[in-house]
């Protein structure tokens, strides 16, 4: 390969990414994202009250979030964990109005390496793990099974993630397209590399030593078109999962 074959590849890569962080992150991806998941922040919201009313319970939000605000207009104990929140531009973030909150700084696909685990005494009531399973590139039994470390006994770990069965997947499969998004250029704001079923979250929970309290599906999002038939559960847009610590 010669030197300006170089230079010219180089440049088509640079312009993908380039693409790719105009449409991921910033304002104007944010401004999408919370429009697109503002349902789910409050539908969420609402399971995690139902399992753990009290508000002195100690919860810790996985990613930085809006959603991590309206755990902290409930709960007083309110700890976050995830990318360094000055590397971490995807367009779903938010930094400002939480920096006094404690984080623990960890990228959840280096569980697959035990001696990388956080040195954290403290154990949590309740972790919220919601829509990030799906962006792990890594087995999420790792990352699971860091997350139970943190829980006190009988703790919960609340997970929500996309349904892989969704009904639009399936037509869109139907129709010889593929329904799942491409590996991202970007690797500091990554798009979904596995999406999971009910079946494959409740083995996952009793495969790790869990009680599986809870796998159903759930509609989060607006649907013009399906909205019909969705009403069946294995049709259900996304799932959620409350795991148990013995």
């Given at each position: 390969m010669t030197s300006s074959q170089d230079k010219q590849i180089r440049s088509i890569i640079e312009s993908i990414i380039t693409q790719e962080i105009k449409f991921t992150c910033g304002l104007i991806a944010e401004k999408e994202y919370l429009k697109q998941h503002g349902n789910r922040f409050k539908s969420t919201f609402k399971v995690c009250k139902q399992i753990?009313?009290?508000?002195?319970?100690?919860?810790?939000?996985?990613?930085?979030?809006?959603?991590?605000?309206l755990l902290l207009s409930h709960y007083t104990n309110v700890s976050t964990l995830g990318f360094d929140p000055k590397l971490d531009d995807g367009g779903h973030r938010e930094e400002n109005t939480l920096n006094t909150q404690l984080h623990i700084i960890f990228n959840l696909d280096n569980s697959k390496d035990f001696e990388k685990w956080p040195k954290y005494n403290e154990q949590f009531d309740l972790i919220t793990f919601c829509e990030t399973i799906e962006h792990l590139h890594s087995a999420p039994e790792y990352t699971v099974a860091f997350l139970s470390t943190l829980l006190k006994p009988n703790g919960?770990?609340?997970?929500?993630?996309?349904?892989?069965a969704t009904l639009k997947n399936r037509i869109t499969l139907l129709f010889g397209k593929n329904p799942f998004e491409k590996i991202r250029l970007y690797d500091k704001n990554p798009g979904h590399f596995r999406?999971?079923?009910?079946?494959?979250?409740?083995?996952?929970?009793?495969?790790?030593?869990?009680?599986?309290?809870?796998?159903?599906?759930?509609?989060?999002?607006?649907?013009?078109?399906?909205?019909?038939?969705?009403?069946?559960?294995?049709?259900?847009?996304?799932?959620?999962?409350?795991?148990?610590?013995?």
């Open positions: 753990l009313p009290d508000s002195k319970s100690s919860v810790l939000d996985i990613g930085r979030s809006p959603f991590t605000e919960k770990l609340l997970i929500t993630t996309p349904n892989a999406e999971y079923t009910v079946s494959e979250m409740t083995a996952m929970g009793r495969d790790l030593g869990l009680r599986v309290e809870r796998c159903t599906t759930i509609n989060f999002y607006k649907s013009r078109f399906l909205a019909v038939f969705k009403f069946v559960p294995s049709f259900k847009d996304s799932i959620v999962a409350i795991y148990r610590q013995n």
